[in-house]
């Protein structure tokens, strides 16, 4: 999964992207369901391992089940 479609189904789960206020590759994050937030690296075209985007939902206080990972 590459950060823009795990960026779109964290917005469905009502996350958000702070602002940044300059370069990098990584982006910061905000549930303020759980007001937890955590940084996402952010590499283009490459994709996310499995281990970190389960680390990135639990950091957000989301449960990794609600989003369906591909084998």
């Known amino acids: 999964m590459k950060y823009r479609e795990l960026a779109k189904k ?3 789960f009502g996350c958000y992207e702070v602002q940044r ?9 905000f549930n303020p369901e759980s007001g937890k ?3 996402i ?3 283009g075209d490459k994709d996310l ?3 970190t985007i389960k ?8 449960n990794p089940d609600k989003l369906s990972l591909p084998n």
């Open 37 to 39: 937030g955590t940084v």
């Open 41 to 43: 690296p952010d590499w």
């Open 21 to 29: 206020r300059g370069g990098g590759s990584h982006r910061k994050w």
């Open 10 to 12: 964290l917005r469905g």
């Open 55 to 62: 680390a990135i939902l639990k950091q957000l206080g989301i």
């Open 49 to 51: 391992k499995h281990g």
